[in-house]
């Protein structure tokens, strides 16, 4: 990942732009962070102002330079933005030509064609978590929504037990697995190896989706048992396209990047010779932005072309693509300066010696710290990318793997009770036309068996690797 070096960081806390103690410093985070919360939840403030006053904030209540809070938080934003920005508008970019093409529903019907009875909550944590891997949160829960209310009313299915495990693969692909803007920031801050996590993070997720997917539906359906709403099902993306395309293709563009990363952390582990020829291809080849470039480019052709897409529609697709992003860009670019302002305050030297003192395992903090957060705002992004700012100290001494396991443990108690300040919470209630009594016993409950669910398999790799 490109973003600051770790001499960099190094210099920076052994500079840091304040002289305050401990006691100072804590309460200027708290301050900080009181100060983001308020803004997001009670002045309803864009999350990329909130941020940026809060690093201000957290600057004068820690009594540093406000000339040297800006720079802090500049660099940050510059450093974050410059090693994330380019992979999340390449994430955005097939994100769209997957819908638009009719790929993504090229998958769901294949999948949904094969799948019966019981296999079918099965059938649709595998569509979202496939689909999830490119997609944004909101943009998966549009596209799955239309197969969801489908499904259960044709299959005369309690709608959570089909659309729980739609859910929960969208949000562990969301909170666990790059390139979705929490884990890409949370690997950038901590100078984790990105291949390393993603082969962590699949093996995470499996059995997390597993258990807060179809097993917990199974509860969710006895506890909400409601029918599909009595609404019209939503337009899908290619009703109105006359070819669209093969599912084998669009499998093939999806985990092309996934594939080409994991081949590169697989060289590096089993090659480990930097002047190798195989190593150094794959290198080029697994680093996330060719990999993500080269999904984009073999999906103008799988994708595009093969839905009759003309080149002038091409470029229309990938201009929209970007538009929406730029919020995200601006709250991941932000949230990088929030992070840098923490390191820069010498936040991370008090994070280390509470560490020392309280006795806390490191992931099971990061894990605490992005809890905490979320909760406070809402927002898993911003939990993770705060979370990762705290405790990136703490990585100094990791070796690979447990980099990537703290990565895991923020990215984790990110999704930690999803509620009413959560704008996803609001989002499935009204799809699923739930009270929000119910919403909370389904949506939330399943955000806290995976928050909770990711950590302990988190810890238990810890112990074996």
Do not use: C
């Amino acid at each position: 990942m490109t973003g600051l070096s770790v001499e960099i960081l190094a210099a920076a806390a052994a500079a840091p732009i304040t002289s305050a103690g401990n006691a100072q410093l804590s309460v200027a985070v708290l301050a900080g962070i009181g100060v983001i919360v308020l803004l997001i939840t009670r002045l309803k403030l864009h999350a990329f102002l909130a941020l940026t006053v809060g690093s201000l904030a957290l600057g004068v209540f820690a009594g540093a330079p406000l000339d040297k809070t800006i720079a802090s938080f500049t660099a940050g934003l510059g450093a974050t933005v410059a090693g994330v920005g380019v992979l999340i508008a390449l994430g955005a970019i097939l994100g769209r030509l997957l819908a638009d093409s009719g790929g993504a529903d090229e998958i769901v019907d294949t999948i949904l064609a094969k799948a019966k009875g019981r296999a079918m909550p099965w059938a649709m944590v595998l569509i979202a978590s496939v689909i999830g891997l490119p997609l944004f949160f909101e943009v998966g829960i549009v596209l799955l929504i239309p197969v969801v209310l489908l499904v259960a009313k044709r299959g005369n299915y309690s709608l959570m037990r089909i659309g729980i495990p739609a859910l929960a693969g969208l949000s562990v692909m969301h909170g666990l697995i790059p390139p979705h803007p929490g884990p890409l920031v949370a690997i950038d801050a901590l100078h984790a190896n990105l291949g390393v996590t993603l082969a962590l993070g699949v093996v995470v997720a499996i059995p997390t989706v597993i258990i807060a997917g179809p097993l917990f539906s199974r509860y969710a359906a006895r506890w909400v048992d409601i029918p599909a709403p009595e609404r019209m099902t939503p337009q899908r993306p290619s009703a109105e396209l006359e070819h669209r395309p093969r599912f084998g293709a669009t499998v093939f563009t999806v985990l092309l990047p996934v594939a080409l990363m994991l081949v590169k952390a697989l060289v590096d582990i089993v090659v480990d010779d930097p002047k190798n020829g195989l190593q150094r291809v794959t290198d080029v080849a697994g680093s996330p932005l060719i990999a993500l470039l080269a999904a984009v480019l073999v999906g103008m052709f799988t994708l595009g072309r093969a839905a009759g897409f003309t080149k002038a529609r091409l470029s229309t697709t990938v201009e929209k693509s970007l538009a929406p992003i730029a919020g995200i860009l601006l709250i991941v670019g932000a949230g990088g300066g929030f992070k840098q302002t923490l390191i820069d305050a010498g936040v991370g030297r008090m994070i280390l010696d509470l560490s020392r003192d309280w006795s806390i395992p490191a992931l099971l903090l990061a894990w605490l710290i992005a809890v905490a957060i979320r909760l406070a705002t809402g927002s898993a992004t911003v939990a993770t990318i705060s979370a990762a700012g705290l405790v990136a100290p703490l990585a100094a001494g990791m070796s690979t793997t447990q980099t990537a396991l703290l990565v895991l443990a923020v990215g984790s108690g990110s999704l930690f009770f999803s509620h009413v300040n959560d704008a996803g919470f609001w989002l499935v209630k009204e799809y699923f036309g739930m009270t929000v009594g119910q919403t909370i016993k389904t949506w939330s409950v399943m955000e806290t068996i995976i928050s909770v669910v990711g950590l302990g398999f988190v810890l238990l790799l810890s112990l074996v690797l």
